[in-house]
């Protein structure tokens, strides 16, 4: 019975011995595999990760290119009005900066790019430009130039020839000269007739007469759009 008992132990031992081999043999072969394929396979996993995340991190360029200068809607060479509304267009949601005579004017365009300020003029000329900036804080060089003439005084007219009321007599003097002086710069009607200038501002003009009364009716607007009106009256008799 002893033998049985003994022999059993010695198999069992044998058992234990293998198994214990075997959990030796299979740790040992994992952490090689470890040692040679997990560690890289975590380290490719983590800069897949990492570039991943890159990926999808967006990417923000800063703007260095100055905008372009702002454009004026067109502007009078003159004005009769001491207020000017000034309009334009430039990059959309930029600062304008009006210049008027050296005193600077900021507005900020809108969604559409334009811009509108309403500007008080001097009498005389006005000197005006602009700039702008741009929402990423650059600045663009000077626009166009532009001189604004205010002027609110109404053009003379000088008529030198006929009279008020002079009177005329025959047919010898039924066709009569007008002549005088006025803006050389300016427009000049005659009873709603376009009359030439010359450079000097003169003016001559033939008129025929009608029998009785004549009003004549003259009308001078310079180029800022004052305007003067003078009439007088002469009679012809044939």
């Not at 006929?162 to 009873?191: F, H, M, R, V, W």
Request: proline letters at 5%; charged letters at 25%; glycine letters at 6%.
């Amino acid at each position: 019975m002893k033998k049985n008992y003994s022999r059993r132990i010695a198999v069992e031992e044998r058992k234990n011995k293998k198994k214990a081999l075997t959990f030796i043999v299979l740790s040992f072969s994992t952490i090689l595999f470890l040692f040679f394929f997990g560690i890289p396979l975590i380290a490719k996993f983590a800069s897949f990760v990492t570039d991943l995340t890159k990926k999808n991190t967006p990417i923000i360029l800063k703007d260095n290119t100055p905008p372009a200068p702002p454009r004026f809607n067109n502007l009078p060479d003159k004005i009769n009005k001491s207020q000017i509304n000034i309009s334009g267009n430039t990059e959309e949601g930029s600062v304008v900066t009006i210049f008027i005579n050296g005193l600077d004017n900021e507005i900020i365009s809108d969604n559409y790019g334009e811009f509108n300020f309403l500007a008080n003029l001097e009498l005389g000329e006005n000197i005006i430009y602009a700039t702008v900036k741009d929402q990423s804080g650059n600045k663009s060089t000077e626009s166009k130039t532009y001189v604004i003439n205010y002027d609110n005084e109404a053009p003379e007219i000088i008529i030198n020839s006929p009279s008020d009321g002079e009177n005329y007599y025959g047919q010898s003097q039924k066709e009569i000269e007008i002549t005088g002086n006025t803006d050389p710069q300016g427009d000049l009607t005659i009873n709603d007739r376009f009359i030439t200038i010359d450079d000097d501002g003169n003016f001559k003009y033939k008129y025929s007469l009608n029998d009785g009364e004549n009003t004549l009716t003259f009308k001078a607007i310079d180029k800022a759009q004052n305007e003067t009106e003078k009439t007088i009256t002469v009679s012809f008799t044939p």
